[in-house]
C-alpha cells in the first residue's frame, strides 16, 4: 500500500535559518505529492504541490522537488520566520482500489518551532 | 478561511453516545473527504462521497458512518462511542475527482470521549 515517511519532530530553529524536513513516500501508482501545513487551532492548508516526476513546488519560500528515483520529496527553506511555526504534512495522492478515487496519505507531521 | 465549515468545533460527550459532525463543503466542490487526526494513528483517511455517492472507504469503523446529501453538505455519524474515538475529525473538498486537485479542510472538530 501507499505510505509517507518525513522526519520526526519537534525541530526548533533559529529565525533565518534554513530548513530542511525530509519525506519519502512507497507508492505504488504515479503519486502526486504535496506539502500541507496546519497553524495552532487551524484545518490543513495546501502550501505546494507536484505532480510529475521532477517538478518543483514553490510557494511563500517554501520549495520541494519530487524526485522519482529517490522517492523523495523534501520540503525546504531559506531563511525561516517565527510565523512559518506549525505543523507540516507531506502527503501523496494515489488512485484509491482502481475506482477512479483518489484520496491523500499523509506522514505523521513534523512540529517545526522558529524562535526570534 | 477555505470555504469549508464544519459543526461543532468541539464536542464532549461519554462513552457508548452516538453524535453527528456535520460539513459544508466549499460552493461548486462535488466531492467531501473525511479524515481522523489522533496523536498516534495521525491523519488517516476514513471516507469519500462524490455528488451524493459513496466512492471510496478508508480506515473506517463499521460503528462509523456517513452520507452525502443533495445540497452537497456530509455528516459523520458515529456511534457506541469508546475513549479511543476522541480525536480530530476533519472535512475536506474538491471540486473533481483526480490526483491533482487540491483538497480544501475545514477546521475541524474536536471529539472528546469521557
Known amino acids: 500500500g501507499n505510505s509517507v515517511t518525513q522526519m520526526e519532530g519537534p525541530v526548533t530553529l533559529s529565525e533565518e535559518a534554513f530548513l530542511t524536513i525530509n519525506c519519502t513516500y512507497t507508492?505504488?501508482?504515479?503519486?502526486?505529492l504535496f506539502w500541507y501545513v496546519q497553524y495552532p487551532g487551524e484545518g490543513l492548508q495546501l502550501l505546494l504541490k507536484?505532480?510529475?516526476?521532477?517538478d518543483k513546488g514553490s510557494n511563500k519560500g517554501f520549495e520541494a522537488t519530487y524526485r522519482k528515483e529517490t522517492t523523495s520529496f523534501h520540503l525546504e527553506k531559506g531563511s525561516v520566520q517565527v510565523s512559518d511555526s506549525a505543523v507540516y504534512f507531506c502527503a501523496l495522492s494515489d488512485q484509491h482500489s482502481g475506482a477512479g478515487s483518489y484520496q491523500l496519505t499523509f506522514g505523521k507531521g513534523t512540529k517545526l518551532s522558529v524562535i526570534p | 478561511d477555505s470555504g469549508v465549515t464544519q459543526t461543532p468545533k468541539h464536542l464532549i460527550t461519554a462513552t457508548g453516545q452516538r453524535v453527528t459532525l456535520r460539513c459544508s463543503p466549499r460552493?461548486?466542490?462535488?466531492?467531501v473527504y473525511w479524515y481522523q487526526q489522533s496523536l498516534d494513528q495521525g491523519l488517516q483517511f476514513l471516507i469519500q462521497?462524490?455528488?451524493?455517492?459513496?466512492?471510496a472507504k478508508g480506515n473506517i469503523l463499521e460503528r462509523f458512518s456517513a452520507q452525502q446529501f443533495p445540497d452537497l453538505h456530509s455528516e459523520l455519524n458515529l456511534s457506541s462511542l469508546e475513549l479511543g474515538d476522541s480525536a480530530l475529525y476533519f472535512c475536506?473538498?474538491?471540486?473533481?475527482?483526480?490526483?491533482?486537485?487540491?483538497?480544501?479542510f475545514g477546521p475541524g472538530t474536536r471529539l472528546t470521549v469521557l
Open positions: 460552493s461548486g466542490d462535488l466531492s
Open positions: 475536506a473538498s474538491s471540486e473533481k475527482q483526480g490526483p491533482y486537485n487540491e483538497q480544501f
Open positions: 507536484a505532480t510529475k516526476a521532477d
Open positions: 462521497y462524490y455528488n451524493g455517492e459513496e466512492r
Open positions: 507508492a505504488t501508482g504515479y503519486p502526486s
